[in-house]
């Protein structure tokens, strides 16, 4: 979740951005959108389609209906793909065909849709709200497993007229596991792959998200009048430098955020940050910052007298995952050195399930890796679903 996102930060960092509020601007123009910019100059046929929310929202979802014309492949079955914090669409087609989840899907025969949260480069888009109204802020992830990704997959579901292969990627996954405890999103499911999936946060190592916890940072950015958070602008470079400022060795960012990435290409970065990090709302930096403090698994907290207007209880009401039906084949892959995805938290869950899920664990993995690692590395997770419920 944080993860890639943050890698990104590593690259603002020191690198002069000039706007003076959250307002950051992206390097690249809009036009055209993320088909045209990342997935059609490699060859592939991509189409443009917008979904409306229940709340209003206009969603970018980009449909890559088959493989390049060299390659002659009956359309398979749809697959969605579901970025993490801080990403966009673009995350599964970051690197070479051969390395980017995305591209090796459609060259696999797979119909491939891929999702894009609200308040993203892709899905800046309101029926009413402009993004520079608080309105347009005021949602978590559990608004994007409720509205987001259930709208999404319901639009794909209707148009090919079939269960769709979901995956989901950190903060991808969050959405996915509190979707798929609601029967009427987990009946139009094949199957979930989870990489570095995440419900729980409460054993998190991560050096800066847990400085960040610890200064209260989401609290103090609240207070200062903030809803949108976009670490493309100077406030977001000036919160690293002081997040790094003599008590932390941030040297290596990347590392600090996400845990050590075993196969992250360096040169690529510039790259990457044409496209990230894609802005998110503070509320809900605010709401995983209550569950890595609270170590819950729950909706957001709005305190005891806003919860209790807002759900007739003191606590807000934890999601279920022993709701999410056995029946559901479930695949998750989560790596050794992921400081945000922590083992212990990924047992939890697994703990919680029904299923037994079929697990690939790669010990040299960082949190990056299992959505920007190179060549080498991408053949062990995303060639194992020849053994795995995605066959
Ligand atoms: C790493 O990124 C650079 C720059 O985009 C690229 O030329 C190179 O092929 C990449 N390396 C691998 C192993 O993919």
Partial sequence: MLGALLFILLLL???????????????????????????????YPCFEHTVETKDGYL????????????????????????????????????????ESLGFILADKGFDVWIGNVRGTRWSHG??????????????????LAQYDLA??????????????????????TIMALAALTQPEVVNMIEVAALLCPISYLGHISSPFVLRAVTL????????????QLNFRSNMGVQILDSLCDGHMDCSDLLASITGKNCCFNNSRVDYYLQYEPHPSSLKNLVHLFQMIRKGTFAKYDYGLLGNLKQYGHFQPPAFDLSK??????????????????????VEQTLKELQSEPQLLYLEEYG?????????????????????????
């Fill in 13 to 43: 960092h020191g690198r002069g951005f000039c706007s003076s509020d959250w307002t950051g601007e992206f390097v690249g123009s809009y036009d055209g959108g993320l088909c045209a910019q990342a997935v059609r100059p490699f060859g």
């Fill in 59 to 98: 969603l970018a979802v980009q449909h890559i209906p088959n493989s390049r014309e060299d390659i002659q492949i009956g359309a398979g079955p749809p697959v969605f793909l579901q970025h993490g914090l801080f990403q966009g669409g673009d995350a599964w087609f970051a690197n070479s065909k051969e």
């Fill in 126 to 143: 309101h029926t009413s709200l402009s993004q520079r109204e608080k309105a347009f802020w005021d949602w978590s992830w559990e608004d």
């Fill in 151 to 172: 709208d999404m997959i319901y639009y794909v579901y209707s148009k090919t007229n079939s269960k769709v292969f979901l995956v989901g990627h950190s903060q991808g």
């Fill in 216 to 227: 209260h940072l989401d609290q103090m950015l609240l207070a200062m009048g903030f809803h």
């Fill in 324 to 345: 999410i039906p056995k029946w559901l084949p479930l695949w998750m892959a989560y790596g050794g050195n992921d400081a945000l995805a922590d083992i212990t938290d």
């Fill in 367 to 391: 949190h990056i890796d299992f959505i920007l690692s190179l060549l080498c590395k991408v053949s062990n997770i995303y060639g194992a679903h020849k053994t795995g419920p995605l066959e």
